[in-house]
């Protein structure tokens, strides 16, 4: 169960989010929309933890506080973020660091099996036969870094997604992709927060938190 | 025109208390000439000089990386003559903790009809990437990179 009370956010004193309060169980999806600058990607790098972000509220995930966490002790509790505009990391290869995440994820699988999963998941989306030997999204149009996210997802299952507009900017076998991945989280357990402008996919989903200026409208 | 080890006339390089040092071994295959220094400590120097043969051109990469209070002087001059336009030098540095990188591209230019460029970075990680990389469950970004360029070479 995630379980979000009286969370308020700040960034250089400027208050972005105002009190909202989220309950879901296992299993759910909220999708979270409202027109830009309403605080809808602000609302989940403040669950995540980032540190410029001044919080105030309780973050609970199952029986962990998150909101007294850093955010990569959050990430490994299970929270995972979709960016919606993941940076370019130089001098670090993309195999690198899936390895890296794999360690923090209780070392899932071996490395073998890591590289050859990885490759086989790049190859299903598209990317580049090299692209995991790639220096991480150096180069990298804005679709092929969300296939780096969405890779991410598939190989390490979170407990908690946070997707800040996962299908922008994806053709729409990608597109379909990500809904599938997102039926195939909540059908294990997992809770999805899903923010993005697509009218056509409000009819999908029955839990909605629709914000203005930081706080909740429905 | 290949780009390739095999257009190179002369490759020179000095390494003085270098402490791991990685260079091409299959020097008639690769398209890219690329260097890694990682010191970890004390003082070090390198001195890298690319000659071209006449109508080929060489893209030089060099990655440096210190930790604690390492200091690392490293020049590389390559050497541009008739036909060698794309010629091209990067270097990337990572100072880590105390540790000083002074690194300097050079390009020896004998013909005006060229087009060579080069690039010199310094810096560790961003406020941008060092969130992105928690996001991920990674805090230590100083082992990332060293890993990372250690297994991108070995």
């Known amino acids: 169960m995630l379980k979000i009370e009286n969370l308020s956010a700040s960034i250089s004193g400027k208050k972005i989010i105002d009190n909202i309060n989220i309950t879901l169980n296992a299993g759910e999806c909220l999708l979270i929309t409202g027109q830009n600058g309403s605080g809808k990607s602000t609302l989940l790098h403040t669950i995540m933890g980032r540190p410029d972000i001044e919080a105030e509220g309780k973050i609970r995930l199952n029986d962990i506080m998150l909101s007294n966490l850093p955010c990569h002790a959050r990430s490994r509790e299970g929270v995972f973020m979709f960016h919606q505009t993941p940076p370019e990391i130089t001098g670090v290869n993309t195999m690198t660091l899936l390895n890296e995440i794999n360690k923090v994820n209780d070392n899932k699988y071996t490395r073998g099996n890591l590289i050859s999963q990885a490759n086989d998941l790049f190859l299903h989306l598209g990317l580049p036969t090299d692209w995991s030997k790639r220096q991480f999204n150096v180069g990298a149009s804005g679709g092929e870094r969300k296939k780096n996210e969405l890779a991410q997802i598939e190989l390490f299952d979170g407990k908690l997604l946070l997707l800040d507009e996962p299908d922008s900017g994806l053709e729409q076998t990608s597109r379909r992709y990500i809904f599938e991945l997102i039926d195939r989280t909540c059908g294990r357990g997992g809770i999805v927060l899903l923010v993005s402008h697509d009218k056509d996919i409000q009819s999908k989903y029955s839990n909605i938190l629709e914000l203005k200026n930081g706080s909740s409208l429905r | ?154």
């Not at chain 2, 540790?99 to 591209?105: E, M, Y």
Request: with cysteine.
């Open chain 2, 1 to 154: 025109m290949d780009l390739h080890l095999g257009n190179i006339n002369k490759l020179y390089v000095d390494a003085d208390n270098v402490q791991y040092y990685i260079a091409p071994s299959h020097t008639d295959e690769v398209q890219e000439i690329s260097f890694t220094f990682i010191q970890t400590e004390g003082k070090c120097s390198a001195s890298i000089v690319v000659e071209p043969m006449t109508n080929s051109k060489s893209k030089v990469k060099i990655n440096i990386f210190a930790e604690n209070n390492a200091e690392v002087d490293c020049v590389c001059k390559l050497y541009v003559d008739v036909g060698g336009s794309e010629t091209d030098v990067q270097i990337r540095s990572w100072p880590f903790d105390s540790s000083k990188i002074k690194a300097r591209p050079e390009m020896r230019i004998y013909n005006s009809d060229v087009v060579a460029t080069h690039g010199n970075a310094l810096g560790t990680l961003k406020p941008q990437e060092q969130y992105y990389l928690a996001t991920k469950g990674i805090d230590n970004y100083k082992e990332l990179i060293k890993t990372s360029l250690l297994h991108e070479k070995l």
